[in-house]
């Protein structure tokens, strides 16, 4: 039984945070906290996936 693909999936932080390879870990934050508040998801309330997607970002932000 699969239980996720997602796992199967690569796993790209800077891609995820939508910036590159060679980003300081400034432009990392700011580019985080954009993307954080853009996807919390007490402001995607209609979106069921928003809990999932938040997981993500912050996971690739501690990851970077």
């Not at 945070?17 to 400034?26: H, I, R």
């Not at 985080?32 to 938040?54: C, G, I, T, W």
């Amino acid at each position: 039984v699969v239980m996720s693909l997602e796992s199967l999936q690569s796993f790209d932080p800077f891609s995820i945070l939508g910036v590159s390879t060679d980003a300081t870990m400034k432009e990392i934050k700011k580019q985080y906290r954009r993307l954080s508040l853009e996807m919390h998801p007490d402001k995607n309330p209609d979106n069921p996936l928003a809990v999932q997607e938040f997981i993500r970002l912050t996971k690739a932000y501690n990851v970077s």
